[in-house]
C-alpha cells in the first residue's frame, strides 16, 4: 500500500482568508431535494419498475418532502414514462414540484420541454461538466469551451421556458450544475454560474438555483466547506441565488461535508433516502433530517415512522438498510454492554423522577418513540451485559422494578446464563432465570395457612399486628406458629423465631403492583442478612400484599439455606 499510494495527487485546498463558517451554528432546516428516483434508481443493480417508483414518490410526498427530482426524461424511456405518469393521473401534490435532470444540450433540452407538458411545478436542473480533470480527459477544453456549452444552453431554456409560462401558466424555476464542482477551480466556477444566472434573467424575485456537487468527494469535508463560503462571498448577486449542495459519500462523510457547506452558506440539500446512490451513496436525508431534530430543530420532515419507510425503501429498491445505520438500523438503538445497559437504565429512572420535559438518556441521542420505536427493545442482552441490562429488561418488559441492591446478584445469573448459552438471549429466558432464582424455590421451609389480626390497646395509636399460621418444614407436619409485631413482617419474622428459624436481619423492602385491574397482583422484594452476613434477596407475588410479603421472607430464606447447603 505504501508504494502504491505516489501514484494519487492529493487535493489541493484553497487559502481562505478569515473564514467565518467555523463558528456558525445551524439554526434552520434546508430545503430538500430527494434525488431517489434519479440518483437513486440508477445506482440498483435491478432499477424500479414503473409501480415501484411511484410508490417511492407517494412516501417522498407523504414525509414532507415538496422537491423531488423524477428523473433524466431525455435520455431513458422508463424516465419519461414515470414523469408522464405523474403530469397524466394528476399524481403529484399542488405543494410538490418535481425536478428534471438534462444536460446541456439541445436536443435533450427540447425532448425535456415535451416530457414536463402539462405539469404545474417544474425545475428544470440543467448541468455540463467543468472540472479541470473533465476538461483534460473528457472533452479537451479548456474553461471558456464548457462556459460556452453552459451559456448557451441557458438561453435556450430560458427562451423555450418562457414560452411554457406564456403559454401555460407553469411555475417553472431553474437549476444550474457546475458538473464536478469539487475539482472546480473556485473562481471558474463563481464565472460560470454569474453567467449563467445573467442569461436566465435571475434577481429576488426569480432566483436562480445553483447546485454544487462533490460529485467525486474528494477532500476532508472542512476543504469543501472553505469551497461553498468562498462561493458564496465572491458570486453576484448572491441574493438571486439559492445555493444547493449534492454531496457525494466517496469518503465516506457526506453527511459532515452538507452540514459544513451549510454552515458556509448553503440553502438546500439533494441527497437520497439511507444514502442510496453511485458508489458509495449520495448524502443521507433521514441522518441529516434527524441530526438536526436532536439539536432542537424542526427539519420539516415527518420521520415519525422510520420503520414503514424503511419497509418502503427496502422493498422497492431491493436494498437493505445496515443494522448500525443511523437512526433507522435495527441495532441503532441496542445495547449490549453493561456499563451502557447501566447507564440506559439509570437514565430512563432518572427521567421519570425527575419529570425533566428534556430528553437526557445516555448512549440515546434521540428518543427511540420519536421515529416509531418504542416497542422495540433498546437492551438486549449477552454475555457482555450487565445487570442494568437484566433489570431494564424485567422493568420494561414485565413490570417488575428490581431494587438497586439485586441488581448485581441478579445480573450475576442472567451473565452466568449467556455464558453457558454463548449467545444473545430473549426477554423470556431472562424471566425464566428470574421464576428459577426467585419464584419457584424448592427450600425447606414452605407456609401452609396464615392470617393476620390487628390488635389495640387503650390509647394505642400504633396498633400490632398479629400473626397466626401453619409452617412445614422439610416436608414434615405442619407447626403452628404465632408472633406479634409493629406489621406484618414484624410479626412474621417473631412467628418464625418461635421455631428456631432466627438470626435473619431485616434490610430493605418494596412493593408494586404488576398487572392492572381486578385481577392485579402485588410483588415485594426482601433483602436480608443471614446470620453468616451475606445479602438474601427474595421475592414474592400474590393478590394479598401481606402474602406477598411473606412469601419474600420465605424464599430470602430458603435461597440462603439453599446457597449454604
Not at 465516506?252 to 452540514?259: D, H, L, M, S
Not at 403492583?513 to 452476613?533: C, F, M, N, R, T
Request: hydrophobic content about 35%.
Amino acid at each position: 500500500m505504501k508504494k502504491g499510494c505516489n501514484k494519487y495527487l492529493p487535493f489541493e485546498p484553497i487559502r481562505l482568508n478569515n473564514r467565518q463558517w467555523p463558528s456558525r451554528v445551524i439554526t434552520q432546516a434546508p430545503a430538500w431535494c430527494s434525488v431517489d428516483l434519479r440518483d437513486g434508481n440508477q445506482a440498483l443493480i435491478n432499477p424500479m419498475n414503473l409501480g415501484e417508483k411511484l410508490e417511492m414518490f407517494k412516501m417522498l410526498c407523504d414525509i414532507g418532502v415538496k422537491e423531488i427530482e423524477v428523473g433524466f426524461p431525455s435520455a431513458s424511456e422508463t424516465e419519461y414514462e414515470i414523469l408522464r405518469t405523474l403530469i397524466e393521473k394528476n399524481l403529484i401534490p399542488d405543494d410538490v414540484t418535481i425536478q428534471v435532470l438534462v444536460q446541456a444540450r439541445e436536443h435533450l433540452i427540447r425532448k425535456t420541454f415535451e416530457a414536463i407538458e402539462g405539469a404545474k411545478n417544474v425545475i428544470f436542473h440543467f448541468y455540463n461538466s467543468t472540472s479541470t480533470l473533465q476538461r483534460k480527459v473528457v472533452f479537451k477544453t479548456d474553461m471558456q469551451g464548457v462556459v460556452d456549452i453552459a451559456l448557451e444552453g441557458s438561453r435556450l431554456i430560458k427562451r423555450l421556458g418562457d414560452e411554457v409560462v406564456k403559454k401555460t401558466g407553469m411555475n417553472i424555476r431553474y437549476e444550474y450544475s457546475p458538473e464536478s464542482f469539487m475539482g472546480t477551480e473556485p473562481e471558474n466556477a463563481v464565472w460560470i454560474c454569474s453567467g449563467v444566472m445573467k442569461e436566465l434573467g435571475a434577481d429576488c424575485e426569480h432566483k436562480v438555483i445553483l447546485n454544487l456537487p462533490s460529485t467525486v468527494e474528494n477532500s476532508t469535508p472542512n476543504c469543501f466547506a472553505d469551497l461553498i463560503e468562498y462561493f458564496c462571498a465572491n458570486l453576484p448577486q448572491r441574493e438571486a441565488a439559492i445555493i444547493s449542495l449534492h454531496p457525494h459519500n466517496d469518503r465516506g462523510t457526506a453527511v459532515a461535508t452538507a452540514e459544513l457547506g451549510m454552515l458556509a452558506g448553503a440553502d438546500r440539500i439533494e441527497g437520497t433516502l439511507f444514502g442510496n446512490g453511485e458508489r458509495t451513496g449520495n448524502v443521507d436525508i433521514i441522518t441529516l433530517a434527524l441530526n438536526l431534530y436532536t439539536q432542537g430543530i424542526d427539519p420539516g420532515l415527518d420521520l415519525s415512522e422510520i420503520n414503514k419507510i424503511k419497509e418502503v425503501f427496502e422493498r422497492t429498491t431491493k436494498m437493505t438498510v445496515p443494522v448500525r445505520h443511523p437512526y433507522a438500523g435495527d441495532l441503532v438503538f441496542t445495547a449490549f454492554s453493561g456499563s451502557h445497559q447501566d447507564a440506559i437504565n439509570k437514565g430512563e429512572i432518572y427521567m421519570k423522577e425527575s419529570g425533566t420535559e428534556f430528553w437526557e438518556i445516555p448512549y440515546l441521542p434521540i428518543c427511540p418513540a420519536d421515529v416509531g420505536r418504542e416497542y422495540e427493545p433498546v437492551i438486549r442482552i449477552n454475555s457482555q451485559s450487565g445487570k442494568g441490562g437484566a433489570a431494564f429488561v424485567m422493568n420494561n418488559t414485565f413490570g417488575y422494578n428490581l431494587p438497586k441492591a439485586m441488581h448485581p446478584e441478579f445480573g450475576r445469573a442472567v451473565k452466568s446464563y449467556c455464558d453457558k448459552k454463548g449467545r444473545e438471549i430473549t426477554p423470556d429466558e431472562v424471566m425464566d432465570i428470574f421464576r428459577s432464582e426467585y419464584i419457584d424455590i424448592k427450600g425447606p421451609y414452605s407456609l401452609v395457612s396464615h392470617k393476620f389480626y390487628e390488635e389495640s390497646e387503650l390509647n394505642d395509636t400504633s396498633p400490632k399486628v398479629r400473626f397466626e399460621g401453619s409452617l412445614r418444614h422439610n416436608g414434615n407436619e405442619p407447626i403452628k406458629i404465632y408472633g406479634k409485631g409493629n406489621g406484618p413482617i414484624d410479626a412474621f419474622f417473631n412467628a418464625i423465631a418461635t421455631v428456631g428459624v432466627s438470626g435473619y436481619r431485616f434490610v430493605n423492602y418494596s412493593e408494586h403492583a404488576i398487572s392492572i385491574g381486578s385481577d392485579a397482583k402485588a410483588v415485594s422484594y426482601i433483602q436480608l442478612v443471614s446470620p453468616e452476613g451475606k445479602d438474601a434477596f427474595g421475592v414474592g407475588i400474590s393478590h394479598n400484599i401481606n402474602y406477598a410479603s411473606i412469601r419474600g421472607v420465605l424464599c430470602a430464606i430458603n435461597r440462603c439455606l439453599q446457597n449454604r447447603a
